[in-house]
């Protein structure tokens, strides 16, 4: 992308008459690109504007909005888009991919986003203090859920900045533009004439008109900076105001009917996150029974059954009681040697305890302990060691002593080529 023109020295050993023309060479030279034509514009950066869909802790849909590849992998979207979801993904035509928090903005309404294994290609950004009033522009986004639509305009204004940056420098405007932006455009990309990301479009004023509004692009290189900024913020709020959610019950309060573990499942293998709920729905003595009798645990965290294996290999593969045990220390190791209730494979595994780490679920800092799983799996509860169909497996759980459940599990198998699994499950919080 070109840039601005540099001052010069005085030209020695020129005539005057020659010097503006020498002048007039190297404007031209540095110029402005050609503007595109908006049908070639929307073939050059709409591939590069996809769709966000969000999901609360039942999976049902909260909300749509937009985002913008701005580098390998990584997007931008408003964070009000975000707002509320307990999963959420990325989707072009019939193309979906999950998606997760990276760098969290609130206060400008910015949010970037990761995807795994993602291709689409970064959008080019303007160059800081591009914008000018009265400029054409154009606004690619979802509106309506109305996939890569296309509206044009010009910019309108530059609202809001003025100093007191660091070193003196005025704060970026907000772009104010007549290109048209309705729900569902929130999150998407306003670029000039020659397809370079201005701004991220972001809201329209309720009286309606062409009022419409983005975030300037140069917010973009400050999001990393700022977000680190709210999340220490965060993690020094005290004690009290993170350790208790939901009405005041503490995180680590015993559990009741109609509370809920939320869980997230992701597929390392796809990308795939989904929300694993399990529903207290009531409490026999010493044990807990979630999600209709699909799984029972002791009151301690021991699994008595898993029939409906919700949360994937954690569920599926779990050894007779669970992934740990009481009265855990580091060093331990045992062997797990069981066929699993869930299916009808052998699992030959050892487990080893490792050191103490923290961790934080839903704010709360808890410490926790590793347990690596290493062993095999077989076809059938029949089959002998190193006997055909067998499977490697690697697992780690990471266990809460003062939750009394694993907060953490991942695993993964290979089974010839192809086939096999890869998961992590996460506890982000408890609904009370």
């Not at 001052?7 to 031209?28: D, I, K, T």
């Not at 003595?285 to 029972?296: A, M």
């Amino acid at each position: 992308m070109s840039g601005p023109v540099k001052s010069l020295p005085p030209l020695r050993g020129v005539s005057m008459c020659l010097a503006p023309l020498a002048f007039l060479g190297l404007a031209l030279a540095a110029g402005p690109a050609a503007a595109l034509e908006p049908e070639a514009l929307f073939s050059k950066v709409s591939g590069s504007v996809w769709s966000v869909r969000t999901f609360d802790a039942q999976e049902r849909p909260l909300r749509a909005g937009s985002a913008v590849v701005i580098a390998p992998g990584r997007l931008v979207t408003n964070c009000h888009v975000l707002a509320k979801a307990s999963s959420f993904v990325i989707k072009q035509d019939n193309v979906t991919y999950g998606a997760t928090l990276e760098f969290p903005d609130p206060a400008r309404d910015l949010c970037q986003i990761k995807v795994a294994n993602f291709t689409a290609p970064p959008v080019a950004l303007a160059p800081a203090g591009s914008a000018r009033v009265g400029q054409r522009v154009y606004a690619i986004g979802n509106p309506r859920g109305l996939e890569n639509t296309l509206s044009e305009g010009i910019l309108s204004g530059l609202r809001g900045g003025g100093s007191g940056g660091a070193g003196g420098e005025s704060e970026a405007r907000l772009l104010q533009t007549t290109a048209a932006i309705s729900a569902g455009s929130s999150g998407g990309g306003l670029f000039d004439s020659e397809g370079r990301l201005l701004g991220i479009t972001s809201f329209a004023a309720r009286d309606g008109g062409s009022l419409n509004f983005a975030m300037p692009v140069e917010f973009l290189s400050e999001l990393p900076t700022r977000a680190k900024a709210v999340l220490e913020a965060r993690a020094s709020e005290p004690a009290d105001s993170v350790r208790r959610r939901a009405g005041g019950a503490a995180l680590t309060e015993p559990l009741r009917p109609g509370d809920a573990l939320e869980y997230v499942r992701t597929d390392r293998l796809t990308g795939t996150r989904s929300t694993v709920l399990y529903r207290v729905d009531r409490v026999n003595g010493d044990e807990i029974v979630f999600n209709g009798g699909g799984k029972v645990e002791k009151t301690d965290g021991q699994v008595v059954s898993v029939t409906s294996p919700a949360g994937g290999l954690f569920d599926s593969s779990s050894p007779p009681g669970g992934w740990a045990r009481a009265n855990l220390l580091p060093g331990m190791r045992w062997q797990a040697d069981y066929t699993a209730a869930a299916e009808n494979q052998r699992y030959e595994l050892i487990a080893t305890v490792g050191g103490e780490r923290s961790v934080r679920v839903d704010g709360v800092e808890l410490q926790v302990l590793r347990i690596g799983y290493e062993g095999w799996i077989y076809a059938s509860s029949l089959s002998a060691p190193l006997a055909s169909g067998s499977s490697r497996f690697t697992g780690a759980a990471l266990y809460s002593p003062e939750l009394r459940r694993v907060v953490r599990f991942e695993a993964s198998y290979q089974r010839g080529i192809i086939s096999g699994g890869n998961e992590v499950l996460e506890l982000v919080r408890i609904q009370r």
